[in-house]
């Protein structure tokens, strides 16, 4: 049948675009139309066999004109082309008569062609049993749709086919037979067998078979090949049909001959290996022997011309071919050596462990073995296989292939994985002969082990993994007085005074995160007494790592522990008394400073006439006291921070210091007494430098005492500050033409309470502790202070500070302008009136002191002298300023500060901490905690009125 010879109706509805069906159509007979009612007139008087409705589907109209075309015509084949890919949607299509129903998106020339040659034939045949009296159900038109769907969507060949005539296929047993699809319809489908398979189909058809069985099938071209069949007749109205489902096995066949084939060869391979594992040759331990036979049963299993074990010498310089089996000779080959410098990329391949190497002789490694072996004995192919021992490559075992010079041997990965094996029975091989030899050397060592064991002055003792001793020196028998027969199988542990850390420690032992358990511990001695020992105890593993047995090394240490025990003591009782001393000092200190508080504030408020004026000798009496309670303040300060400094808390708050304003700030302080005295002070610094990182308030008091001394102990002459950049740090030199001081008392010089010479206290005032603090202060930065001196003619003192890097991201603002002193600040007190103050001072005088002063000055006072009802009192009398003393009784001010913040009526309240400590530090703290400033004790006249003109105005 010609393509010609079909005329086919096209359908295009709602103006969808049919130009490419047309195309696709060609060269059939086309007849177009736009509407149901043209198709109708074209189906009366024209013989159509395929109507081809181009429909969305999307609309009830679409159906109706599937429905319309059927029943116009029976015998038109209707074929339904649509974009819409819904399943509900295409089965009802096919219920309404549509012989096929194609997706627009997956239809092709090639498809098309097919569907409309098998739905015009189906058709034609549906009809022609028809006229021959055949009849089907009334759902054969659905039924026959749903064959298609279902026998297209298989991977098998399906044939319909009746007392041989092909009745139907699908493209499945097309594509496998080499046939077109209208090729086979019609044929019959005993030709697609050979003679002898079509016996067996017909005997079976016969016989009612309906298991699958394998046949010999010929496609189109004339070739044959395997397949399995399998068929069941199904009654289709009135008609018997032959279901026919396909399959080409001729892939398994060659797989599981492929499986079958390597089954075997891993069968002889294991088979090999077991042989060698058996070996009484492997097992003796001969090294050359064993090779031998590992060599020659390998050679025989993979099939290979010769098989090489070459070793490597020590630094790995050359290869030494150390046995070698040849297939074809059978025999093994004379020792070759391989040098490195013949063949550096050889050795270099094996070094990167490449394993396999082809043949081709272009290669720059095949060209430096074809001096040796490749062209000169036909090789073709060559596996190496490293050998390693202990982690290390030591050798290769080389695999041969010969054949013709063109081809190359393709080694599978079951091959690979044998020789990989072979190699590894090599390195056992290697490794029994290595045994071999350590045991003859183990009995030589074990005879020097037990001399050495037996004769040694410290304790030795072996011990099981469960820590039973099994052997044990005389020596350790005579350090705790027992018999081997009394030590024997007991725990070690027995006999040890353990700590409950060494649990810990031996778990490590035993897990290896540690190499040996060293520690110190009492040993109970037979007669019940303890003996101080030091043991070692280290666990000796198998070669697989597991553990083998502990050896503990036991030393008598009793006499050193008891002098060491004794050290101690006297060690911790010197410390115990030196921080009982700094804590004495410390509180003594801050007691001296609460009564000072009365006298310096009480003299001070006299200096100025607050209550009246005075006479000349009462103001020459209140300038001594007052000038005698500064020195004496001084005294304390300087203990307080030594004893801060030893007890070991003083904190330093690190920052950038100007050195300008620093050498500024101290020179202007000591100028006056060096006026006094009539001595030049001078001040250089490098010009290099800027700033150092130190706490400013301890770098002026150190600097300050160094300049003091200098001025007090030099009577003529001059002093000087010189700032040097020195390696690693800044220096400050303080250098003075005064007395000096001799060789024999640098010793005691920066001792605290020392003076050099008592005789000197006449003449000089101190108390011997601004040196010993500034070379303390010193060392908490990281630094020190030096001294060179030459008597009678001046010293020479250097502080050394560190450089380090500045890494506070957070800057404390000091408030320097908060905290100047200016008589200028003084209001009159008129400015005071009506302002209320509330004082919370625990002291009596500091109380009585302030309350009276700040009535005088005209502002109202209420005093408490503790934290009870303090927030009620706030409340109540609404003050404008509060001190708040932070060191209170049994109320901490700091406590009553933050529950005064957490109150909203009251958090705008001012508040002024009142700090027993002149460091500012500690005063910036309380302001972080809430308060807005701090004034230190003893209180200055003038930084309180400085405060009051702050807050109070």
Known sequence: MTLNSYNILLLKNNQRDTEWLRQMLLPHQVNVVNSLSEAKSVLQTTTIDAAILNLSLKNIQDFEIISSVYSLSHYVAIIVITEDEN???????????????????????????RILISSIERRKRYFENIRFGKTYDGNQDSGEARWRFLSEATFEGIMLHD????????????????????????????????????????????????????????????STFVAEIQAKIISHGSQNIRVVAIRDITERNRVEAALHKKENLLRKQTQTLLEIARSKTFIQGDLIDSIGEITRVAAITLDVAKIGVWLFN??????????????KGRSDLKSIVLKKEDYPNYFTALEERINSLDSNLEATVNQELSKFYLAVFGVTSVLNKLIWLRGHVVGIVCYVHR????????????EESFAGSIADFVTLAIEASERKTAQKALKQSEAQFRAIFEHSSI???????????????????????YDFEELNQKHLTDFICFEKEDLKLYKQLILGKIERLEIERQLLHKNGGRLWNHLSISLIVYPNNKPKFFIA????????????????????????????????????????????????????LLQQEVFGSTNDKQKEYINCIYNSGVHLLELINDILDLSKVEAGREELSLFPVELDNLCHYVISTVRERAEEKKLQLTCSIDKKLETCIADERRLKQMLLNLLTNAIKFTSKGNVSLQVIKVSQGIAFRVCDTGIGIKPYQFKHLFEPFKQLDSRLNRQYEGTGLGLALTRK?????????????????????????????????????????????TNNMIAPTNTFKSKRILLVEDDKHTGKLLQDYLQTIGYEVEWMTDGKNFLYTVHFYQPDLILLDIKLGEVNGSDLLVSLRKISDLQDKIVVAMTPSKDDNSGYRFIQAGANDFVSKPIDIFKLESLLMRYCI
């Not at 089965?91 to 239809?107: C, D």
């Not at 020590?314 to 297939?327: A, F, G, K, M």
């Open 87 to 113: 399943e509900g949607t295409l089965q009802k299509a096919i219920k309404l008569g549509a012989e096929e129903v194609l997706i627009s998106n997956n239809t092709n020339k090639h498809n098309l062609k």
């Open 163 to 222: 007392r041989g005539t092909i009745l139907d296929v699908n493209h499945v047993l097309a594509r496998i037979t080499g046939y077109e699809v209208e090729e086979l319809i019609g044929k019959n489908g005993f030709e697609l067998a050979t003679v002898e398979s079509q016996v067996l189909i017909i005997k079976n058809i016969i016989s009612g078979y309906e298991k699958a069985y394998e046949v010999t099938a010929i496609r189109k071209d004339g």
């Open 314 to 327: 020590e630094d790995h310089s050359q290869l030494e071919n150390i046995v070698s089996y040849d297939c």
């Open 403 to 414: 054949d013709d010079i063109s081809s190359s041997r393709q080694w599978s990965l079951e």
């Open 459 to 481: 304790g030795i003792c072996l011990l099981d993994i469960k820590g039973r001793i099994f052997d044990i020196n005389p020596a350790l028998c005579k350090t705790i007085g």
């Open 553 to 604: 090394i036991i030393e008598d240490i009793n006499e050193r522990k008891k002098t060491e025990l004794q050290l101690r003591e006297s060690k911790e009782s010197a410390e115990v008394s030196s921080r009982a001393k700094s804590e004495f000092l410390a509180t003594m200190s801050h007691e001296l400073r609460t009564p000072l508080n009365a006298i310096m504030g009480l003299s001070e």
């Open 777 to 821: 202060l010193a060392r908490l930065h990281g630094g020190d202070v030096t001294v060179e001196s030459t008597f009678g003619k001046g010293s020479r003192f250097t502080l050394f500070i560190p450089d380090r890097e500045f890494k506070e991201e957070r800057k404390i603002d000091k408030f320097k302008s908060n905290t100047n002193c």
